[in-house]
């Protein structure tokens, strides 16, 4: 069984759902290609955490002029696996369309449980604007775009804005950690309502360091859900409506709530597609696409 699976069939157990069946192979990703005109600088330390480096990999374009863009991105793993390599594909392309990304690495459950992967990706949004004039990006134009768990935590960026409570000590405590739009890709919005359920005992409790029962306030801090408000930046999700691992309810409930609040959201249903679908054909371009056109809608008027 890949390590790929094993996430994801964990991850489905801590939502009450059966997960990907055991014999069940991955298609294979598109390769990673570099445009010409694309610089990537790997391994670039940009904060602390728990005592350690915490680093990413930043994707730069070489041509054009005045302030881009930016884009933290967030790899998913059920908050205990996964690394920076995912979302390279899409760093890399938008990069070429001028585009600052940064694919970053954040501290998974078995080093340290919640908040530390949210005061991490808060790090890494604050090393940007700390770092705006040398890499010549736009600190009041960045995104946070994340998949899965990842998605989780991008959702978490845009809905707590200014707690410092979460924003921990990993550096660049001058500059703000909140992020002008959010993309998620199969994210987990309510973990209360995950918790909840009778086979919760994995990946979301390894996360919060206990079960529902036992911290059912750290569940209701935990979720993006619980967070919205009026305040919320632009978000747009992207989910496979056959989706067994985390159900497109998620996405949906979170989508009604800020829209509720009045908050500009949107929703790319992948109809029959599964969790992950967007790292494969065909759904790899339309999403890329689809995230692209976001993009471009807010941060430059098209």
């Not at 790090?123 to 890499?135: D, I, P, Q, S």
């Amino acid at each position: 069984m890949t390590r790929r699976l094993c996430l994801a069939l964990c991850l489905g157990l801590v939502l009450g759902i059966p997960g990907l069946a055991v014999g069940q192979k991955p298609k294979q990703d598109p390769p990673l290609k570099i445009p010409d005109h694309v610089e990537v600088q790997r391994d670039v330390v940009y904060g602390k955490g728990g005592g350690r480096d915490l680093k990413l990999d930043l994707f730069l374009p070489k041509e054009g002029g005045g302030a881009r863009p930016a884009i933290v991105f967030i790899h998913g793993g059920g908050w205990q696996g996964g690394n920076r390599r995912a979302f390279q594909r899409q760093a890399a392309y938008l990069a070429g369309k001028g585009y600052v990304g940064a694919c970053i690495e954040y501290r998974l459950s078995g080093e340290a449980t919640f908040p530390a992967a949210v005061e991490d990706c808060k790090c890494a949004v604050r090393w940007l604007r700390a770092n705006a004039r040398t890499h010549r990006l736009d600190p009041a134009k960045i995104a946070a775009c994340g998949g899965s768990a990842g998605g989780h935590l991008a959702a978490m960026l845009g809905t707590t804005a200014g707690r410092r409570e979460l924003e921990g000590h990993g550096g660049h405590g001058d500059h703000a950690g909140a992020v002008n739009l959010v993309i998620a890709f199969n994210g987990v919005f309510d973990l209360e309502r995950a918790g909840r359920s009778p086979n919760a005992n994995n990946s979301v409790g390894k996360f919060l360091g206990g079960t529902f029962q036992e911290k059912p306030d750290l569940y209701r801090q935990a979720s993006p859900l619980a967070h919205a408000s009026k305040e919320a930046p632009p978000f747009l999700f992207l989910h496979g409506t056959a989706d067994k691992v985390v159900p497109i309810a998620q996405a949906r409930t979170m989508l009604a709530k800020l829209r509720d609040l009045g908050v500009k959201a949107e929703i790319y249903e992948a109809d029959g597609a599964e969790h992950g679908f967007f790292n494969r054909p065909p759904h790899f371009e339309p999403t890329l696409k689809r995230l692209e056109a976001f993009l471009d809608e807010h941060f430059r008027g098209k």
